[in-house]
């Protein structure tokens, strides 16, 4: 029996002092979000949804209402798709520039390959994977959508692929508005597929 589980990244989120948000309270869709969160419940109008659950953040609650309201579901909140924690929340990150360049902020960049500066990687692959079963199971043979965040649903992919999870941000697949779909037969994972049907955009944009 085919099951697939969805994982959307939610769209883009109104964030005019670009700084690193996380989990900060208070951060909805922006105008281009909105429009992006239409443009997926578009493409997966036609598609067996039968569960739609999200990060409790805002912007992931905003991007799944529309796919939830097209498919007369409610939207499940799940703590185990929630954005990474992160010690530089609230503050402007870029590389050489910003929180980067003041010395008290530099224990934190100790060790690249947890990281040293928020939650570990493999901690993200495994609350996502748990999410992800969650789903599976309340969509058996039918469809799930999960909303969550770039960072978890990028470590989770390459959890999945058996790749290394420390890995350079800027390279990451995992645009505005993407999925990135789960394929199951059974439990067992048979095949990754990405789609952006909201179109591409630059994993090194600040404020996405």
Not at 24 to 45: D, F, I, N, P, W
Not at 187 to 200: K, T
Request: aromatic share 6%; net charge negative.
């Amino acid at each position: 029996m085919t099951t697939v589980v969805h994982m959307l990244r939610h769209g883009e989120v109104h964030n005019p002092e670009k700084i690193l948000y996380g989990r900060l309270e208070g951060y909805r869709l922006s105008e281009r979000g909105q429009r992006q969160a239409l443009t997926v419940a578009e493409a997966v109008a036609g598609h067996d949804l039968v569960h739609v659950v999200a990060s409790p953040l805002q912007r992931a609650q905003e991007t799944a209402a529309p796919i939830a309201a097209a498919h007369r579901l409610d939207i499940a909140t799940d703590e185990g798709l929630i954005e990474a924690g992160n010690q530089f929340e609230g503050l402007h990150v870029a590389v050489g520039d910003g929180a980067l360049r003041e010395p008290k902020h530099w224990p934190k960049l100790v060790n690249p390959f947890k990281p040293s500066w928020g939650e570990p990687y493999l901690e993200i692959a495994h609350r996502m994977l748990g999410a992800v079963h969650r789903a599976r199971e309340a969509a058996d043979g039918h469809e799930a959508l999960c909303v969550s965040h770039q960072l978890p649903i990028w470590t989770l992919r390459r959890f999945l692929e058996g790749k290394r999870l420390w890995h350079d941000p800027r390279r990451r697949q995992c645009s505005l508005a993407s999925l990135t779909s789960l394929v199951f037969d059974g439990d067992e994972l048979r095949e990754i597929v990405y789609s952006e049907p909201a179109g591409s955009t630059d994993p090194k944009v600040t404020g996405a």
